[in-house]
């Protein structure tokens, strides 16, 4: 922690029983109060459903201030990033805490690039899946089962093993989410190149190469699709302590092998709240079918019986806009004027769904904006990506979060177990009655 500052003291109201806690101060963000010896001290726990209110970990990684609309990795802002770097770096940076110089840069570029093949073996899991498996469950249980390639010699209390462990999932993930892709389509799976790899947005350039080359003719990647796989990966590299991050420390916490957390971390992702909202975005419009049918979704939207969300609006920590949804509308509209999109129906509903919504009461009041996933899922599907890879690959992107996050916490010496506490509102103590005894 940068220091602690001042202190919270708790009374208990019509007691004289109270207790003074340390404030903790980082470098940018509101204080914390730290309330470790809350349960030694009064005899109490707090009640934070969701954690909305609860630091779990000291980070050094990424900022976000939810109000003004910041996001930070290692303290450069997104905007610049996405205007200025590229990937790699930005995975470099995650992990390393700075940018690199042009002789590091080299170094861990090879080193991704290097770790991008998969053991032959792993092809054998893919024969497993059913045909049209959702390539989610594909990435989740072969990510997984990299830990039984990786597990009896791995020692994660090893720097130098933890470092090539991060490498293998930075550079193999995407190469198995492009086999789960290829798996579906009946497709033989592509290797990695080297040297696309090699060359400027390489990491998003070998990947969209992965998913549309085919061994009789390999697919000429367009540099306005490179620059926007690039973008869409450093918009989603890390966001700190959300669902599926607090996932992977969690697993961490118990020492369990990191293949596996990063497979617990593609489970939290999938869902419609997070990850997953890409591909339910697309979803939402095509059931929508047209601009005409908005009117009455919207109504939908705002019945509360009706359990209908607008997917890609709203976040838990942004509140008036999310910064990465600036961009990738920015993005958006220079990849749909390359390929020359005017008038795709899904498009025009988006449009028409957010200019709506961005005027109604309804979201405005309760700071509804649309979020990176609203994009992000209109330029994938421009890319002529299926709508069943956009999570995907949301997880290749987030995959250097997690490991950069995985390391921080193994490495922290203050991180415990993670065991939240709970409110019992179950039975109190009563005695078993035989089966004969019970009305
Ligand atoms: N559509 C309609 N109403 C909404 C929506 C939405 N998308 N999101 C929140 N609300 C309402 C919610 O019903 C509640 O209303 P009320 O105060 O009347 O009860 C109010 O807004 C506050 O919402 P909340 O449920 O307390 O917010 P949360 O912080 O728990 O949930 C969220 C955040 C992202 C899960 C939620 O906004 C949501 O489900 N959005 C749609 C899914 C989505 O786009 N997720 C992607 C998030 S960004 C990518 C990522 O980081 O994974």
Redesign the pocket.
């Known amino acids: 922690m940068s220091g602690s500052n001042g202190s919270i003291t708790i009374t208990l109201d019509g007691t004289n029983r109270s207790t003074t806690l340390p404030l903790l101060s980082g470098t940018e963000g509101p204080d914390v109060a730290d309330i470790r010896k809350l349960y030694a001290n009064l005899g109490i726990f707090t009640f934070d459903p969701?954690y909305g209110e609860t630091a779990s970990c000291e980070s050094k990684i990424t900022y976000i201030d939810g109000d003004a609309g910041v996001l930070m990795y290692r303290g450069y802002p997104i905007e610049q990033l996405a205007e200025q770097s590229d990937f790699t770096e930005v995975c470099y940076l995650l992990m390393n805490g700075d940018l690199p110089n042009a002789k590091e840069f080299k170094e861990f570029r090879n080193g991704v690039t290097y770790h991008t093949m998969v053991h032959e073996q792993i092809r054998n899991f893919f024969n497993g899946f059913r045909r049209d498996a959702h390539p989610m469950a594909i990435l989740c249980g072969v990510v997984g089962a990299l830990a039984a390639f990786y597990h009896d010699n791995l020692d994660i209390n090893d720097p130098e093993q933890r470092r090539i462990a991060a490498f293998r999932l930075i550079a193999k993930v995407p190469t198995i989410a492009a086999m789960a892709y290829k798996y579906s389509l009946g497709q033989p799976f592509v290797y990695p190149k080297n040297a696309l790899a090699n060359g400027p947005q390489g990491y998003a350039r070998n990947f969209i190469h992965m998913l549309k080359s085919v061994p009789a003719e390999e697919y000429d990647v367009p540099d306005v699709l490179a620059k926007a796989m690039d973008r869409i990966l450093i918009l989603h590299a890390d966001?700190e302590q959300?669902a599926s991050t607090s996932t992977v420390r969690l697993a961490g916490s118990t020492g369990a092998n990191p293949f596996a957390c990063i497979a617990a971390g593609i489970a939290a992702l999938w869902g419609?709240?997070?990850?997953g909202?890409n591909e339910?975005v697309l979803k939402m419009l095509a059931e929508i079918g047209d601009v005409k049918n908005i009117p009455a979704f919207i109504e939908g939207?705002k019945d509360?019986n009706s359990n209908v969300?607008?997917?890609?609006?709203?976040?838990?920590v942004y509140k008036n806009f999310?910064p990465r949804a600036k961009i990738m509308k920015e993005s958006c509209d220079e990849v749909l004027a390359a390929l020359g999109v005017e008038h795709e129906p899904l498009l025009e509903i988006a449009r028409e769904l957010e200019r709506i919504a961005l005027s109604d009461d309804y979201f405005i009041s309760?700071k509804?904006y649309p979020?990176?996933?609203f994009y992000s899922g209109i330029i994938l599907k421009a890319m002529d990506i299926p709508t069943s890879m956009f999570t995907v690959i949301f997880a290749v992107a987030r995959t250097v979060g997690w490991v950069s996050q995985w390391k921080e916490l193994v490495e922290d010496p203050a991180q415990r177990i993670g065991r939240p506490r709970q409110i019992y509102t179950g039975a109190s103590k009563r005695d078993y009655k035989p089966l004969s005894e019970r009305g």
């Open positions: 969701g966001h959300n419609p709240a997070h990850g909202a339910a939207v509360k969300k607008l997917m890609g609006f709203g976040h838990r999310d309760r509804l979020n990176v996933d």
